[in-house]
């Protein structure tokens, strides 16, 4: 398994720990000091563990690009796995924050997290697209 | 990886990037208010992210992988398979359309016809779920 792979897989584990927990917060006595972190909870469901969790596998077991770069752009996955948890350990902070108490920061920092996470998804699939071919 | 799964994994690929495109603009909605209709377009980056991208991916995925078969034809009846994929896609189109311009019925005929399209392709790849054949002995 690709170092790149493990990071995904490690990480995407983490967030579906992570995500549990806060499944347990959200419905227990302290839910009523963490309004607005429901959407959080969720993407890191679908985005931290699903979504990385395919991003890894793919990474690992599509077919070769080419026997010099049997898994393409290595450089594009790291981009990915960066953008990716970059993007959303912004939107896991900064949204729950904002709904609290808006600020300007708060703001601009969603809109970071949004391209971000944007970005990790526009290079999975740039290093992806050409890894998919018939045999 | 078999045209079909390459087809399957394309497609899923596209909705992805249209499901995290609608994600993106919904979360900098939240941080800087540039439209306040933008809210409407939830149901799509639901329907591009779950059905499109997650749920495309994997039948993609399983079609390639799964178990074949040592007679006949190795991946079963591709041509439910086929139909899945068309169901699945024209489907989410449907959808699409009835979010965006409000088309009545669109809908409710594109969820059918991607629930048509999952039963396609469990239908066609059901036998392949097996243990490993026994290889004979020589």
């Known amino acids: 398994m690709p170092t790149l792979t493990r990071w995904f897989l490690k990480a995407a584990l983490l967030y579906l720990l992570f995500a549990l927990v806060a499944g347990v917060l959200l419905v227990s006595s302290v839910s009523k000091f963490i309004t607005g972190f429901f959407p959080a909870y969720f993407h890191m469901l679908t985005f931290g563990w699903l979504t990385q969790l395919i991003f890894g596998v793919a990474f690992w077991m599509f077919p070769k690009y080419s026997i010099a770069k049997s898994r393409g752009h290595e450089w594009l996955g790291w981009a990915t796995f960066i953008l990716l948890n970059t993007g959303l350990l912004l939107r896991i902070i900064f949204e729950p924050l904002n709904a609290i108490a808006p600020s300007l920061m708060n703001s601009w920092a969603l809109i970071a997290s949004a391209i971000l996470q944007w970005l990790s998804g526009f290079s999975f699939v740039l290093n992806t697209w050409v890894r998919i071919k018939e045999r | ?138």
């Open chain 2, 1 to 138: 990886m078999p045209r079909l799964s390459v087809y399957f994994v394309r497609a899923s690929l596209i909705h992805a990037l249209l499901g995290f495109t609608v994600g993106g603009l919904l979360l900098a909605n939240k941080g800087v208010m540039f439209s306040p209709t933008l809210w409407s377009l939830l149901p799509l980056h639901i329907e591009f992210a779950f059905i499109g991208w997650m749920a495309q991916f994997a039948m993609g995925v399983a079609f390639w992988i799964l178990q074949r078969f040592s007679r006949g034809s190795p991946r079963g009846n591709e041509k439910l398979v086929w139909a899945a994929f068309a169901l699945l896609n024209t489907g989410i189109l449907l959808v699409v359309i009835q979010s965006l311009f409000g088309v009545n019925g669109f809908a409710l005929s594109g969820r059918i016809m991607e629930l048509l399209g999952l039963a396609a392709f469990a239908a066609g790849n059901w036998r392949r779920i097996k243990p490993l054949e026994d290889k004979p002995r020589s």
